[in-house]
């Protein structure tokens, strides 16, 4: 029998504001424990929620760049439940009037995903369990969430990943959110479920939590979906529950039966009044909105005829594309850009230990030295020596002209040179005329080297071919 | 000494600011007149505040006053009169509470309620009932009782109460006082226990109309803690008094005129309302529909809330925590069931039942429809009337214990107070008649939402027409005397 896979992803989005979504506490990560809390998240008695505005904006960037209709008037509802991280006891979410709706993301293979709805809402405490008691860190509560839930329009493992990619990538270049799966600023739930190939009734589904990466998230899909086939193809049927994967034993593990699940009661928060996006709002963000990433690689491609590789990895972060665009801006070829900003400054950013944020060369730097290649004035080995010295601060040119690095183009000073290492390596040259073509190559590299560096590789190779040639007659 | 206590807070201020009497001769009269005052039980805590130097145009600067043990007063125990929150310091001071102190109000302490102001008899407070000062064995009305009663045995010159379905207005009324709930949004929640945030309203109970509507000059205004709170502009309410009631059209609703009101309150209504035509008003009988679900409607969101609300006392973080729970669930249901008591355990009950899938659509969702139809009634009653007066309750104040058994029939008392929370709109409660057995009567007035100056007004000049306002009990102001 031949099953397809059906999913639907529940994504929670830690907004990047500075402050939490209905207090002014802070909401740095990993600060000692209890201690960006106040009144507000805590819950004390007489304390009321008061919106942050910034986290609606960031929610509505999100929106907007997800396709989705914003809701005009938008309300919180109050989702109750006691558990020892929740210090109301009840979380403010939306329900009834989610901020937005009915969105689409389109995959890089051109396939879309319906959004069915976002809204906003607040994140929970955690709970440290050790040995012989549990302790709360309340620092979470009241940090800024966005729910993105998608219609079960995903087929398998290597799909949720790919949305997965692509939201991260979209939300990223928003900065409405960092996407940090490892800090836990990108959660995400799976629903799945298997029907017969073909048919158009959904399954039985389930749920599957504490996916760290989106590697967990691939590996246990696909072990879900084994795991629900196999069942069906016993002639079983799939419980509908909720379940854990298990990292380690690389398997999903039942919690709860979802119709244990609790009544939330939700109903309107009366402390939170109804609230408004008015169109005006809206059209300014879109004015706002900067290119994405996918909006980025097509113009590429289309205008600078650049591989899909070379666009996707240029565009893989706002600040790398960004950094590449003013590098071509300064007058680069596009291409030559992309091959240094992949090679070089990807290499260095790595050794250093930087984001791709932090590159400390200024592109005005970049489009220098490459010039300066394009110029013949350095090649391309020297180059790279002078890439290394002005990454993190000079001028190329200076840097050239100070160590005396430009390149000579003097053919009979080349010849002459040449000529001294052809009479000191006398073997080679044997080897050369007994037929050994690799000889010359070592040849160009022995007088390359005797120039220092300093001329037109090609330049040197023809020259000592000249000279080799002579030698033979 | 005595005299002082026959002023008003405002002429009290005054004599203050005069040098006729030092504040701190006042301060210590009311703080003698509290300590022999036990048996009402009007106080959970005493402790007064430090003056602070007022402005020199504050109105009340001086004079002292209390607060409703359900509004945070930073550093002293707040605790909603429940075993729950006996030991809870907040951290912050209500907004009300913080704007009349810095006004140079003294606070001489936080006073009795039901229990997280739910009920009408400030029956169910952990420590003990309030009782009514003009007869022990009456109660005091809830559940802001023991703020009226302080203010009618004249311990304080005015108190701070919270309204949520009548909780200022009843025990105004069961004490023969002057208590006013003003319009929802006009006074800021900051601080004040939620019980029912869609309805709570913190508002004053003091001796007369002119005193309520110099404590609101000061309590009213937009604060940005509260996202319930309204912008204003807010006008002073005490410029409004004029007294003058010509052109007013006034309407006593038949729906709240009915056959429930006993002889001696429609006698003292109808002569309240001769009084108020003689200002100058016009006072009819009107017809009014859709306001007979307003009560039932009222108790289903309210109970709602209340018991999401009070999900938050769970014994983890703060207040009252069982021992011997064997898991954190456990740990809940142990905690709530000792910090609870019984009217509040019913509310919160109630409230989780009428929440749940399956009740959501049949009671919370028809309560909210009807609450649109209660504010299209009184929108309808605006365009022929200014204002509305009706009784605050039918009959004489519960006696202690009368109905604590019975509380369906406790709850059907509230419709005549209910739907001014309901529709969000400023009502005052104000003394109007006696009755034989030397209770007062109380009469309600209530206005369109920002209506509030008009509302005080009707009552300013009633107040000048009548001296219902001036009767004390005999205990009046004894304290002072009493060694």
Redesign the interface.
């Known amino acids: 029998m031949n099953w397809d896979v059906v999913i639907g992803l529940e994504t929670h989005v830690e907004l990047s504001t500075q402050s939490k979504v209905f207090c002014g506490c802070s909401t740095a990560f990993g600060a000692p424990p209890n201690t960006l809390c106040c009144?507000v998240c805590?819950?004390?008695?007489?304390?009321?929620?008061?919106?942050n505005e910034q986290a609606v904006e960031l929610a509505l960037k999100a929106a907007l760049a997800l396709n989705c209709t914003v809701t005009p008037v938008s309300r919180f509802d109050?989702k109750?439940y006691?558990y020892?991280d929740l210090?109301?006891?009840?979380q403010i979410s939306q329900l009834y009037a989610p901020l937005a709706r009915d969105g689409h993301l389109d995959l890089p293979g051109g396939r879309r995903i319906r959004i069915s709805e976002m809204h906003l809402e607040e994140d929970a405490g955690k709970l440290h369990h050790h040995a012989d008691r549990?302790a709360?860190d309340y620092n979470r509560c009241g940090v800024p969430l966005v729910e993105i839930v998608t219609a079960p329009d995903l087929t398998g493992g290597e799909e949720a990943v790919a949305y997965l990619e692509q939201l991260r990538s979209i939300l990223q270049y928003l900065g409405v959110s960092d996407c940090r799966m490892e800090e836990g600023s990108l959660r995400c739930d799976v629903n799945l479920s298997v029907r017969l190939a073909g048919s158009s009734e959904l399954g039985t589904r389930t749920e599957l939590k504490n996916l760290g990466s989106l590697r967990a998230v691939r590996l246990a899909c696909e072990y879900e979906a084994q795991r629900q086939i196999a069942i069906l193809e016993s002639g079983g049927q799939v419980r509908c529950q909720t379940c854990r994967w298990d990292e380690e034993a690389r398997r999903t593990v039942p919690m709860r039966d979802k119709e244990q699940v609790g009544?939330y009661?939700?109903?309107p928060d009366?402390?939170?009044?109804p609230l408004a996006v008015g169109e005006e709002w809206l059209t300014h963000l879109r004015a706002e909105q900067p290119e994405l990433a996918h909006e980025k690689a097509a113009r590429y491609a289309r205008d600078w005829q650049l591989g899909e590789y070379d666009c996707a990895t240029l565009t893989s972060r706002r600040g790398l594309a960004e950094f590449f665009e003013q590098v071509v801006a300064l007058g680069a070829p596009p291409k030559q850009a992309a091959n240094w900003i992949m090679g070089q400054v990807l290499r260095r950013l790595s050794a250093d230990g930087l984001a791709v944020e932090e590159i400390p060369m200024s592109a005005r730097s970049l489009a220098d030295l490459i010039r300066l290649v394009e110029q013949g004035t350095v090649n391309r080995n020297t180059a790279v020596e002078v890439f290394d010295a002005v990454f993190t601060g000079g001028d190329p040119a200076e840097y050239v002209r100070t160590h005396r690095l430009e390149q000579s183009s003097d053919t009979e000073q080349i010849a002459s040179v040449a000529a001294d290492v052809l009479a000191q390596n006398h073997k080679s040259v044997e080897d050369w005329l007994s037929g050994k073509e690799k000889a010359a190559g070592f040849l160009v590299g022995q007088t390359m080297r005797a120039l220092g560096g300093k001329a037109p590789p090609a330049l040197v190779g023809d020259v000592v071919r000249q000279l080799l040639e002579r030698e033979r007659s | 000494m005595n005299q002082l206590f026959d002023l008003t807070a405002l002429e009290l201020a005054r004599a203050i600011a005069r040098g006729d009497v030092a504040q701190s001769d006042v301060i210590q009269g009311s703080a003698d007149c509290i300590a022999v005052s036990d048996k009402l039980n009007c106080f959970t805590a005493i402790s007064v505040s430090d003056p602070i130097a007022a402005t020199p145009d504050s109105s009340l600067s001086g004079v002292p006053m209390a607060v409703k043990d359900n509004?945070?007063l930073a550093g002293t125990a707040?605790t909603?009169a429940s075993r729950m929150?006996r030991d809870?310091i907040?951290?912050?001071t209500?907004a009300a509470v913080e704007k009349l102190l810095c006004a140079g109000a003294v606070c001489m302490g936080k006073t009795n309620l039901d229990e997280f102001a739910i009920g009408s008899t400030s029956e169910t407070s952990f420590f003990g009932p309030v009782k009514n000062p003009w007869n022990l064995e009456y109660s005091a009305g809830g559940s802001s009782g023991g703020s009226a009663a302080a203010v009618a045995a004249g311990l304080v010159w005015y108190a701070l109460g919270s309204d949520t379905g009548g909780s200022i207005r009843h025990p105004a009324a069961c004490c023969g006082v002057t208590g006013m709930k003003p319009t929802y949004g006009t006074v800021s929640?900051?601080?004040?226990?939620?019980y029912?945030?869609?309805f709570d309203q913190i508002g004053p109970i003091a001796r007369d109309a002119a005193d309520c509507a110099a404590v609101l000059d000061i309590i009213r205004g937009h604060d940005?803690?509260?996202?319930?709170s309204l912008p204003g502009p807010y006008p002073s309410l005490s410029a409004q008094l004029t007294g003058d009631l010509r052109s007013v059209r006034i309407g006593i609703p038949d729906v709240y005129f009915d056959e429930a009101v006993d002889e001696p309150t429609r006698c003292a209504i109808l002569s309240c309302a001769d009084a108020l035509r003689r200002r100058g008003a016009t006072v009819e009988l009107c017809r009014a529909s859709g306001l007979e679900h307003a009560v039932h409607a009222y108790y289903v969101l309210a109970c709602?809330?209340a018991?999401?609300n009070l999900?938050?006392y769970?014994g983890?973080?703060?207040g009252c925590r069982a021992e011997a729970a064997h898991d954190?669930?456990d740990l809940?249901v142990r905690s709530r069931s000792l910090g609870f008591g019984r009217e509040v355990q019913r509310r919160i009950l109630l409230g989780?039942y009428l929440?749940?899938?399956e009740n959501?659509d049949t009671y919370?969702k028809k309560a909210v429809a009807v609450r649109h139809q209660v504010e299209g009634a009184f929108r309808a009653l605006w365009h022929s009337y200014d204002l509305l007066l009706t009784p605050v309750f039918p009959g004489p104040p519960p006696k202690l214990g009368q109905k604590t058994n019975d509380p369906v029939a406790l709850y059907q008392e509230d419709r005549y107070v209910a739907c001014a929370n309901l529709a969000g709109l400023p009502a005052l409660s104000m003394p109007c008649g006696m009755r034989q057995e030397g209770l007062p009567i109380g009469v309600q007035l209530l206005g369109p939402r920002m209506s509030d100056g008009a509302v005080l007004n009707a009552a300013f000049a009633f107040q000048q027409e009548t001296d219902f306002h001036r009767r004390h009990p005999p205990m009046f102001g004894l304290g002072g005397d009493a060694e």
């Open positions: 009144p805590l819950g004390l008695p007489g304390s009321l929620p008061v919106l109050r109750n006691f020892p210090p109301k006891a009840y549990t709360v009544d009661r939700y109903f009366p402390d939170l009044p | 509004l945070c707040t909603c929150l809870f907040p951290p912050y209500a929640r900051y601080g004040l226990v939620s029912a945030s869609s940005r803690r509260d996202s319930t709602a809330q018991s999401s999900a938050r769970d983890v973080r703060y954190v669930q809940f989780t929440l749940s899938d959501y919370y």
